[in-house]
């Protein structure tokens, strides 16, 4: 079946950077595009973007452009989301989410990533 | 960017009950939306897409239904594990972005 498996949470300082890996099975990972999405602590869900590991094209959502680098290896099926500069509000629970298209619905979705910023 | 809003942000029921959530877009979406509902410390479950059609192996219980800027997803029969926090979103693509509605709790009366 369809697997996306994040890496485990993480506990950053504000300022620097974390990556998060999402480890892809069960189907081809170049015929889907990947999405980042995040969830802060008792909020609702924000998009942060996508890649296209078939054509290399990529999108970030306008307020993460700069700070966001969305990577992948199609060798291993994963695909990363590194997140610099961080600040306090950018702690949250960060998933990975597969979509046929670049506008699409999310299914499935990985099970999440807590990263913390903190001093 | 489209703005989703979702009505009530609670709905306290009895199990057994029929609920109707509400969805409303900024401008108009077409069918291009979908439901989710996320329970605690679970990633979000897609229940709906296209304004009316069940994901694979979501009971007949969920429906959706609208289009254009109003939308509405309706539990025929609340179970317990219903009890969730229930989310829209839109794909329309433009203006390109993707947004989700701020969340529908449905919890115990």
């Known amino acids: 079946q369809v697997q996306l498996l994040q890496s485990g949470a993480e506990v950053r300082k504000p300022g620097a950077s974390v990556k998060v890996s999402c480890q892809t099975s069960?189907?081809?990972?170049?015929?889907?595009?990947l999405h980042w999405l995040r969830q802060a602590p008792g909020q609702g869900l924000q998009w942060l973007g996508w890649?296209?590991?078939?054509?290399?094209?990529?999108i970030s959502a306008p307020r993460f452009v700069g700070r966001v680098t969305m990577t992948w290896d199609t060798s291993i099926s994963t695909a990363y989301m590194e997140l610099s500069t961080l600040k306090s509000d950018d702690t949250a629970i960060y998933y990975c989410a597969r979509t046929k298209w670049a506008d699409n619905w999310f299914d499935p979705w990985g099970q999440g990533t807590q990263i913390t910023v903190s001093p | 960017e489209i703005v989703m809003t979702q009505s009530p942000a609670t709905l306290s029921v009895s199990p057994g009950e029929r609920v109707t959530l509400s969805c409303r877009a900024s401008?108009?979406?077409?069918?291009?939306l979908a439901w989710y509902q996320q329970k605690p410390g679970q990633a979000p479950r897609l229940l709906v897409y296209g304004a009316s059609t069940r994901a694979t192996g979501v009971p007949a219980r969920f429906s959706g239904s609208g289009s254009g800027t109003e939308f509405s997803l309706t539990i025929s029969s609340l179970q317990s594990e219903d009890f969730a926090v229930y989310y829209c979103q839109h794909y329309h693509n433009w203006p390109p972005g993707i947004t989700f509605g701020g969340g529908t709790k449905v919890e115990i009366k």
């Open positions: 890649i296209n590991p078939n054509s290399g094209g990529r």
């Open positions: 401008q108009s979406v077409r069918t291009y």
């Open positions: 069960g189907y081809n990972f170049t015929a889907y595009y």
